[in-house]
T-cell receptor
Framework: SQQGEEDPQALSIQEGENATMNCSYKTSINNLQWYRQNSGRGLVHLILIRSNEREKHSGRLRVTLDTSKKSSSLLITASRAADTASYFCATDARRSGGSNYKLTFGKGTLLTVNP | ETGVTQTPRHLVMGMTNKKSLKCEQH?????MYWYKQSAKKPLELMFVYNFKEQTENNSVPSRFSPECPNSSHLFLHLHTLQPEDSALYLC??????????????FGEGSRLTVL
């Protein structure tokens, strides 16, 4: 399976600290995406990093991708209570034997930022 | 507001009922998706439609029947469901380029409870 696996499953930090979440996957990918989900709501796309990119920034977010290790990390700097949510990585890859692409999600990391 | 609207937000049904979930996207995208989100499990891709044609049926039981009358609307018809089908059903859309799934835009979800 090319499913992403996030680590840790849960993370609790204080406001102002940095939060780092990791994602590992098993097969070659086209791109890797990170999403955020507030409790009971839909997912919101945060950032997409292509397989030929190594690092990407968006505001307080920094994503790295190491295709040799099949892993990615999401860093949220100077966290705020409003960053409390679940964070998912999703790998986009060509389906085996087919021409379609499939985006596969991991189970997510639950981040709690305490005021 | 993500541009993807799902109705109803909450649905309670008995195992013998027939109901439908509706999704509408206002983003001009050419692909639409149904995902199922259960507690403690990764998001499960159920169905994918590209240009109104179903391109993915991820071994979903026949008690779930999708319909895509045009590229802006997607339905999920439900009948004779089981209690284990209780979950958050998420609709998403994207601009599929042929070389990537692209960024997904999710609705807020329909919380289904089967009694």
């Amino acid at each position: 399976s090319q499913q992403g696996e996030e680590d840790p499953q849960a993370l609790s930090i204080q406001e102002g600290e940095n939060a780092t979440m990791n994602c590992s996957y098993k097969t070659s990918i086209n791109n890797l995406q990170w999403y955020r989900q507030n409790s009971g709501r839909g997912l919101v796309h945060l950032i997409l990093i292509r397989s030929n990119e190594r690092e990407k920034h968006s505001g307080r977010l920094r994503v790295t991708l190491d295709t040799s290790k099949k892993s990615s990390s999401l860093l949220i700097t100077a966290s705020r209570a409003a960053d409390t949510a679940s964070y998912f990585c999703a790998t986009d890859a060509r389906r085996s034997g087919g021409s379609n692409y499939k985006l596969t999600f991991g189970k997510g990391t639950l981040l709690t930022v305490n005021p | 507001e993500t541009g993807v609207t799902q109705t109803p937000r909450h649905l309670v049904m008995g195992m013998t009922n027939k109901k439908s979930l509706k999704c509408e996207q206002h983003l001009g995208h050419n692909a639409m998706y149904w995902y199922k989100q259960s507690a403690k499990k990764p998001l499960e891709l159920m169905f994918v439609y590209n240009f109104k044609e179903q391109t993915e049926n991820n071994s979903v039981p026949s008690r779930f029947s999708p319909e895509c009358p045009n590229s802006s609307h997607l339905f999920l018809h439900l009948h004779t469901l089981q209690p284990e089908d209780s979950a958050l059903y998420l609709c998403a859309s994207s601009q599929f380029s042929g070389s990537s799934t692209g960024e997904l835009f999710f609705g807020e979800g329909s919380r289904l409870t089967v009694l």
